[in-house]
């Protein structure tokens, strides 16, 4: 088999010969991000009376059974986010949102103790030495 590859090589040969008629594509980059429909920052437009985004009911019926200064009424409830008594009485009787920790939990959460690290009941041993070593005298006491 013979070789018919010409002796020298033009690189120039090979670049294409750009057309001002017919411009060569221009890679356009469109990055979108992923929506979440339950983000509450996704929100468009205004909600119609007697619906609401469900991060919404949730911190209202936090709000509703929480003890502190955030605590709502049922009539500012209705006030609030636009719902019928009839509507407000029955998902605060009936819904409820789980938290799996309470306040009085995170005060009293704290790391396990280490079985290896000394308790505050523990004595402090005196140094004796080992077999076959010559015990050594004591350091003078400071004072």
């Not at 010409?6 to 120039?12: N, R």
Request: charged share 30%.
């Amino acid at each position: 088999m013979r070789s018919t590859d010409p002796d020298t090589f033009d690189p120039d040969a090979l670049k294409q010969i750009e057309n001002p008629e017919r411009p060569l594509p221009v890679r356009r980059e469109h990055v979108m991000k992923p929506k979440n429909p339950y983000d509450a920052s996704n929100r468009e437009g205004n909600v119609p009376s007697g619906k609401m985004f469900l991060d919404d009911i949730q911190t209202m019926l936090s709000n509703y059974r929480s003890p502190g200064p955030d605590k709502l009424t049922r009539p500012q409830i209705v006030d609030k986010f636009g719902l019928s008594a009839e509507e407000t009485v029955a998902a605060t009787k009936h819904f409820a949102v789980l938290n799996k920790w309470s306040a009085k939990d995170a005060t009293a959460l704290q790391p396990p103790k280490d079985p290896l690290l000394p308790g505050p009941d523990w004595e402090e041993a005196p140094e004796k030495p080992l077999p076959g070593e010559k015990p050594q005298k004591p350091p003078p006491p400071q004072t």
